[in-house]
């Protein structure tokens, strides 16, 4: 590696830390601002992470700029309603008969209210008591991930789709963005594909396999760029991963042949009393179907947030020590962005092993499924 791509990458490494720094720094001036309060850091990494109603950019004293996303909820009172997030002044207004929570249990959720602005209530009975609970209606809002779950299936979608118009007709040396995804398809292919399924049966799985893979990917560098569109916790959100591995379930299970069952409910080899009259091996089989995708879904889950907890705890502890002195957060900044930069690098390479480890396991279960009786 020569000098000048070494100073190019320190350069890009750079302009991503003090990026996020700029807008910890916003996030931080908005908060300090609004709520004239100690800076509750706890608050500020959950506001981060977390799902939300409008894409904050930055901010500025007091001029916040953000990208209003659409609302679309369904109330029994008030029928369909569609309109835009900024209609709710970043939860300080009621708009509609609703209004956005911006702290409590509710925090982040659109909940009905009355024509005094006070939560509309309903009575209902819990455990022998009357309990008064919030009434929030049917939320089919686009939220922050949502919009980042669009934007990044039409960027694989156009990468792909160009690089697949490349194969028709002459075929040429790869070039470009080709050469570049050539060898990751190559990589699924060779090493995780064949391998745990077998040389005859890869095939059929390779479109999922593939997928599930440069939808993580992408979705995990993407991630880990703060500007817009980037930013967005979307594999660090339960939700996506729990489809991801509610898909992976499914394969497995539909394309499982005789000898997968049979392995599970009356596994060869096993000596009798582990199997009757008290079905333990079965049972223990039984909950490993269902043990397998919740490890997948909570595995990525949990790395991927763990990540962005762990960078912003290091811009945290700027502002935790500047509060006790402003040289001391001085000090600190040097010793907090040198191990955030270590921290975005290790993320690059976990954006990689993430989804290698998702797509590996997910093939490993579908060669499981489909083994053949030896």
Do not use: C
């Not at 939560?119 to 819990?126: A, F, G, L, Y």
């Not at 949502?146 to 075929?171: D, E, P, R, T």
Request: glycine letters at 6%; aromatic letters at 14%.
């Amino acid at each position: 590696m020569n000098k000048f791509t070494l100073a190019k990458y320190i350069a890009i490494i750079l302009f991503f830390v003090l990026s996020v720094n700029n807008n910890l720094f916003a996030e931080e001036e908005k908060n300090e601002h609004e709520a004239k309060k100690k800076l509750d850091v706890g608050a500020l990494i959950m506001d981060h992470v977390l799902d939300s109603h409008e894409w904050h950019i930055l901010s500025y004293n007091d001029f916040h700029l953000s990208v209003p996303l659409p609302i679309i909820v369904y109330s029994q009172a008030s029928g369909l309603n569609v309109f835009m997030s900024s209609k709710f002044h970043h939860g300080h207004e009621a708009y509609k008969g609703f209004a956005l929570a911006t702290e409590g249990a509710l925090k982040g959720k659109i909940y009905e209210v009355n024509e005094d602005g006070t939560p509309k209530t309903v009575t209902i009975e819990k455990k022998g008591e009357q309990i008064e609970e919030t009434v929030l209606p049917l939320d089919f809002s686009i939220t922050k991930n949502v919009v980042a779950l669009f934007f990044s299936l039409a960027l694989i979608l156009w990468i792909f789709i160009s690089i697949a118009n490349k194969y028709k007709g002459v075929q040429k040396a790869p070039t470009g963005l080709q050469n570049a995804i050539e060898p990751l398809i190559l990589f699924i292919r060779d090493d995780i594909a064949k391998p745990a399924i077998g040389a005859k049966k890869y095939e059929k799985y390779m479109p999922y396999l593939l997928t599930v893979f440069m939808f993580i990917f992408f979705n995990n560098l993407l991630g880990l760029i703060p500007i817009f569109p980037g930013g967005a916790n979307l594999t660090g959100n339960i939700s996506i991963t729990f489809v991801l591995a509610i898909f992976t379930f499914i394969i497995t299970t539909r394309n499982a042949n005789k000898n997968y069952w049979v392995h599970i409910f009356n596994a060869p080899g096993v000596p009798w009393w582990l199997k009757y009259p008290i079905p333990l091996m079965p049972l223990v089989e039984v909950i490993g179907v269902f043990t397998k995708p919740f490890v997948l879904m909570v595995r990525l889950f949990a790395n991927i947030t763990a990540g962005h907890i762990i960078v912003l705890g290091f811009f945290s502890l700027i502002f935790i020590f500047g509060e006790m002195s402003v040289g001391v957060g001085y000090g600190i900044s040097i010793v907090s962005i040198a191990f955030t930069i270590f921290m975005s690098v290790l993320e690059l390479l976990v954006a990689f092993i993430q989804a290698y480890v998702f797509t590996l396991l997910s093939a490993l279960y579908f060669g499981m499924a489909t083994e053949e009786h030896h």
